[in-house]
């Protein structure tokens, strides 16, 4: 198909382009929004539900036939937008939550589980995103979709499945009224003599705090 192809199409909300940089752009704007840490009790809620939403449009891209762009070589889309300042606003909301354990490939065999961070692969997936949004906004539409689609399966999917994982287990963790494990050798850029059990009763108390109130938990951990 042909990019004036591809741009004609994009007018009709129905098209497939149009819907999946339509939930990209929403994931964007929500996570900046959160960002900015006007309503903090409902940050890790409201992301579970924005990563849930995203990676539907990361499925149907997934399971879309290969996106070939126009183009031999890539535009050039310019400077990419700096996240830094996204990341530590969400650092900072997140915090003492925001480090959990991940293995990166299910397949492969006696995978060590990492330490990774929340905020950092929100960022790393708005990256990604920003940037085929630019082709997307530019009316390189072949090209934005073979971007997102090519960085689904090698970087935001998995990222954002992962950062999916640790938001639902935190969720669940209250919902089902059972504490943290202990968060020992899970900060990234901790010290080795942190206080381990102060960490977990702080977490404990954030998650208590900052998210069974917006799911409608009641101190003691009853439903309200």
């Not at 129905?14 to 999946?20: C, L, R, S, T």
């Not at 480090?99 to 961070?117: G, K, L």
């Not at 999916?164 to 899970?186: E, I, N």
């Not at 206080?195 to 799911?215: F, H, R, Y």
């Amino acid at each position: 198909m042909s990019e004036s192809t591809l741009n004609a199409i994009t007018d009709n909300p129905d098209d497939f382009a149009v819907q999946i940089s339509d939930q990209i752009e929403s994931f964007i704007v929500s996570v900046t929004e959160v960002a900015k840490g006007d309503d903090p009790d409902s940050a890790i809620p409201y992301l579970l539900l924005e990563l849930s939403q995203l990676l539907l449009a990361g499925g149907r891209l997934g399971a879309h036939e290969d996106f070939v762009p126009v183009e031999r070589y890539e535009p050039d889309i310019g400077p990419e937008p700096d996240v830094d300042e996204m990341r530590l606003k969400l650092a900072a909301l997140l915090d003492p939550v925001d480090v959990y354990s991940e293995v990166f490939d299910p397949y492969e065999p006696r995978t060590a589980p990492v330490a990774c961070r929340i905020s950092d692969d929100l960022a790393d997936v708005i990256t990604d995103l920003r940037h085929g949004m630019a082709h997307y906004s530019e009316g390189r539409v072949s090209e934005a979709l073979w971007w997102w689609q090519f960085s689904y399966l090698s970087n935001w999917g998995p990222t954002a499945s992962a950062a999916l994982r640790a938001l639902q287990s935190l969720v669940a963790h209250v919902r089902l009224d059972t504490p943290l494990d202990a968060l020992d050798g899970l900060d990234t850029d901790s010290n080795a003599d942190e206080d381990d059990g102060a960490l977990e009763k702080e977490a404990g108390a954030v998650m208590a705090a900052e998210i069974g109130v917006p799911l409608g938990m009641q101190p003691d951990g009853r439903r309200s």
